[in-house]
């Protein structure tokens, strides 16, 4: 089945700052990643996806690229704000299969 | 529209004890899923369902049943609660397996 790592597990930036998380995943088959954005004790939201047929997406100040080569995918936010501290999962889903499968999530906090 | 809706949102159990987390959707969505969320391990899928009448195991089962009786609702079963089973249940529902999944608010599940 499909394997997603996600890096790094936390991150600390500046208000103002450009925020990276990275994630792998195995199946050469996956055509679907998604992100997904949780604030504390909240439920997690979609904030932005992505399909293989697209090499990035942006959103305002979100934006995500994938190299399928590498199979690889980075979720970018520009302009950091205190709203954007929350915790961040991404997910691949394989064409051969119905379900997600999700990294182990990126907590980001930005200081103000 | 509620969306999901997840009942109960809190409860704590004896361990060898029995109960259902009950989760509903008005959204008519044909997919639904039920995952743990323990710290540092993110979003583990236990069952899911493509379909009324229709359920599958996801990545951690073991422990669990499921059923999806009706459309709008896929309940999850807990036969004899372990300690291990201490966590944050999320109830989900798509339209599509490549669209955004809607999570219900969560339900902690504390095993004494």
């Known amino acids: 089945g499909e394997n997603v790592e996600q890096h790094p597990s936390t991150l600390s930036v500046q208000e103002g700052d450009s925020a990276v998380i990275k994630c792998t995943y195995s199946?050469?088959?996956?055509?679907?990643f998604p992100w997904y954005k949780q604030e504390l004790g909240k439920r997690p939201q979609l904030i932005i996806d992505i399909r293989s047929n697209v090499g990035e997406k942006k959103d305002q100040r979100i934006a995500v690229t994938l190299n399928k080569t590498a199979k690889h995918f980075s979720l970018h936010i520009t302009e950091t704000q205190p709203e954007d501290s929350a915790v961040y999962f991404c997910a691949a889903r394989s064409s051969n299969d119905y379900k997600l499968s999700f990294g182990a999530g990126t907590t980001v906090t930005v200081r103000a | 529209n509620a969306g999901v809706t997840q009942t109960p949102k809190f409860r704590v159990l004896k361990t060898g004890q029995s109960m259902t987390l009950l989760c509903a959707q008005d959204?008519?969505?044909?997919?639904m899923y039920w995952y743990r969320q323990d710290p540092g391990m993110g979003l583990r899928l236990i069952h899911y369902s493509v379909g009324e009448g229709t359920t599958a195991k996801g990545e951690v089962p073991d422990g669990y049943n499921v059923s999806r009786l009706k459309k709008q609702n896929f309940l999850l079963g807990l036969e004899s609660a372990a300690p291990s089973q201490t966590s944050v249940y999320f109830c989900?529902?798509?339209?599509?397996?490549?669209?955004?999944?809607?999570f219900g608010d969560g339900t902690r599940l504390s095993i004494l």
């Open positions: 989900a529902s798509s339209w599509d397996t490549a669209k955004a999944q809607h």
């Open positions: 959204m008519n969505h044909e997919y």
């Open positions: 199946d050469s088959a996956s055509n679907y």
